[in-house]
């Protein structure tokens, strides 16, 4: 009679997909990884340098004003002689002193150049939030598909050591059988070729489950980071909006990348008139107040020295007109309008290029929740397979390796389908950085999914 033990598959499931103590949920590994990512940190820091250029380039337009404190103490050396005389000189020196302070203010009163530059500081200043959203949206990608890789690894590792011990099961029962004569050799050397793949199969997700701890570890600034498992409810959401080209045109005025481009599209422009300035005269409105002391008098007093004070004010606008520069005007003008034009190819580029990553991304979300579909069904498939298997190996209608194949048939299936529920998960976040959308809170909508 053959013996066949039923193989204790939900209790190794449940001992495998228990909860640590200090698991970490998607959002707190998040901002861990926000605190400590350098990339991140690194467009936070450029967007925080163009704010104070973007004030730089205001201060060309506001008035500047100086002081000038200046003491100067000077000798003359004198010689004099009496006519009519034998040579009878005087010679003597007169030391005088002069002290000045000066106060001037300007005032721009016609500098295009200087308005396009601030107009350009402006646009600099959100390109560069720009590029700080798409480094955040980067991020949450980043992070979230560096945890749902732990948990798949985790996933394939707790299926394969469930495998091992079904095959195990099997592996006995061959033998016992095939010592009471009731099976062949050959039962006994199929489980054993299975049993000792399986642990090859072990060895291997081990070691991809610690490479893909320490990606985790090196993203969020932790030692052992360990994610929360997905709770043991979840059904996936169809994708909505369920037109692709409604997340096409959503992102044409919200995603970074087309935004940054459209910016630098307008920096150029900027640029033009920058250049155009060139043959443009400047007008500035200047201001000065200045005061001369001289003490014990000046260089051209005299023998006889007196103290003065001198004020003097002023207040002039003057207008500076480019007359020639030695081509290097018009030239400059040709070289911005080329480069405006090939800021406006960018544009279309970044344009093209976002529409079509975002037709991709939107399919293979779709793809990815059919595919979960498929699976959920193969597994009840491949569950009712093995238990209809495993009563024949009994009735001996069915052979050990019929039970080893449908074995690993069904722990295939069942890390496949593991897998492609995080990969929907994640791709719904690639879906909303491919149009542009992604925030914080459609990762807090995953983190939901979590086990509490």
Do not use: C
């Amino acid at each position: 009679m053959k013996v066949f033990r039923k193989l204790p598959l939900s209790a190794a499931l449940a001992l495998a997909l228990a909860v640590p103590a200090q698991a970490q949920s998607l959002v707190e590994l998040f901002e861990s990884a926000r605190a400590y990512d350098a990339s991140y940190q690194a467009a936070k820091a450029q967007y925080e340098a163009n704010k104070s250029k973007a004030d730089q380039a205001l201060a060309l337009l506001l008035p500047t004003s100086n002081l000038v404190l200046s003491v100067n103490r000077a000798g003359l050396d004198y010689s004099t002689s009496t006519p009519g005389t034998p040579v009878t000189n005087v010679n003597y020196t007169r030391w005088y002193t002069t002290q000045t302070a000066a106060l001037t203010a300007s005032q721009p009163l016609y500098r295009p150049a200087n308005l396009a530059a601030y107009n350009q500081s402006k646009k600099q200043l959100s390109q560069a939030l720009a590029t700080l959203v798409s480094a955040e949206q980067e991020l949450v990608v980043r992070i979230s598909q560096a945890y749902f890789d732990v948990l798949a690894s985790q996933d394939s590792l707790d299926f394969v050591k469930a495998q091992k011990t079904a095959v195990s099961e099997q592996l006995a029962s061959a033998k016992r059988n095939f010592e009471v004569g009731t099976a062949t050799i050959t039962d006994t050397r199929e489980a054993q070729a299975r049993y000792d793949l399986v642990i090859a199969q072990e060895i291997a997700a081990e070691n991809d489950l610690r490479v893909k701890r320490l990606a985790l570890d090196q993203w969020v600034g932790l030692k052992n980071a360990t994610p929360k498992p997905l709770a043991k409810s979840l059904e996936l959401k169809p994708v909505q909006p369920a037109d692709p080209e409604q997340w096409v045109s959503a992102s044409e005025t919200i995603h970074p990348g087309i935004l940054n481009a459209q910016l630098a599209q307008d920096i150029a422009k900027l640029e033009i008139e920058r250049a155009r300035a060139g043959h443009r005269p400047t007008v500035d409105l200047q201001a000065g107040y200045a005061g001369t002391r001289n003490i014990d008098g000046t260089a051209t007093s005299g023998a006889t020295p007196f103290s003065s004070h001198v004020i003097s004010p002023s207040m002039s606008v003057v207008m500076t007109v480019p007359i020639f520069a030695g081509f290097a005007t018009e030239n400059r003008y040709k070289e911005t309008v080329s480069l405006e034009e090939k800021a406006k190819n960018d544009l279309e580029a970044a344009r093209r290029n976002v529409a079509q990553a975002t037709r991709a991304a939107y399919f293979g979300v779709v793809s990815g929740i059919g595919q979960v579909k498929a699976l959920e069904a193969a597994e009840a498939s491949s569950q009712v397979a093995l238990d209809a298997n495993k009563l024949g190996y009994t009735v001996g209608v069915r052979i050990n390796i019929d039970v080893l194949n449908s074995q690993s048939q069904l722990f295939q299936t069942k890390r496949d389908l593991a897998k492609a529920r995080y990969d929907v998960l994640v791709g719904g976040l690639k879906l909303r950085q491919a149009n542009g959308t992604l925030k914080i809170e459609d990762l807090e909508s995953v983190n939901a999914l979590l086990a509490k």
